[in-house]
T-cell receptor
Framework: EAQVTQNPRYLITVTGKKLTVTCSQN?????MSWYRQDPGLGLRQIYY???????DKGDVPEGYKVSRKEKRNFPLILESPSPNQTSLYFC????????????FGQGTRLTVV | AQSVSQHNHHVILSEAASLELGCNYS??????LFWYVQYPGQHLQLLLK??????LVKGIKGFEAEFIKSKFSFNLRKPSVQWSDTAEYFC????????????FGTGTRLKVLA
């Protein structure tokens, strides 16, 4: 089954404790991205990747890092999480840069206390 | 600035009522247009998309949308909603040039009363 898989689904952590949210897709998609979803703000792009070793900042990249060492994986790294990063995070992938559907993971609900 | 506006933040309807959700975008170039739906506790799923051609597009579950280029609008419609349509609906645009991006609206929460 074609899918984007994120782990964990739920995470509660403390301020400053490094964490990684994993994202994996099995559709051989070139493009992947991370979004955060906050009430009243919709989804905002954090980072994106156009291929292995090619990543760039989205609209809200501060406090996040990503890597793309393999085509299927695109982890999101919070080096020193803060409470304002409490949010619902979605990973997405698409086959092309445009004129194509983005497929979304199930989401990771992160709480930073 | 690039943006997508969804003017209805919360909509409450009774079953069998008709639905129209507004979506307007601000972008200087050509875009692809999408409506995604998010059922409670689930990920976003594609309802329908417009790339080119007939501006009236039909999606899953009886939804349709019309692209009106002159108004920069892509409104979502359904003639008769069901309780199972209760969800949050997001309009999104994907520019055909420039960086890789899907720009989302803030979403419309639809509640359908049985």
């Amino acid at each position: 089954e074609a899918q984007v898989t994120q782990n964990p689904r739920y995470l509660i952590t403390v301020t400053g404790k490094k964490l990684t949210v994993t994202c994996s897709q099995n559709m051989n998609h070139e493009y992947m991205s991370w979004y955060r979803q906050d009430p009243g703000l919709g989804l905002r792009q954090i980072y994106y990747s156009m291929n292995v070793e090619v990543t760039d900042k989205g609209d809200v990249p501060e406090g996040y890092k990503v890597s793309r060492k393999e085509k299927r994986n695109f982890p999101l790294i919070l080096e020193s999480p803060s409470p304002n990063q409490t949010s619902l995070y979605f990973c997405a992938s698409s086959l092309y840069r445009t004129a194509t559907e983005a497929f979304f993971g199930q989401g990771t609900r992160l709480t930073v206390v | 600035a690039q943006s997508v506006s969804q003017h209805n933040h919360h909509v409450i309807l009774s079953e069998a009522a008709s639905l129209e959700l507004g979506c307007n975008y601000s972008y200087g170039g050509t875009v692809n247009l999408f409506w995604y739906v998010q059922y409670p506790g689930q990920h976003l799923q594609l309802l329908l998309k417009y790339f080119s051609g007939d501006p009236l597009v039909k999606g899953i579950k009886g939804f349709e949308a019309e692209f009106i280029k002159s108004k920069f609008s892509f409104n979502l419609r359904k003639p008769s909603v069901q309780w199972s349509d209760t969800a949050e609906y997001f309009c999104a645009v994907n520019p055909t040039s420039g960086t890789y991006k899907y720009i989302f609206g803030t979403g419309t929460r639809l509640k359908v009363l049985a």
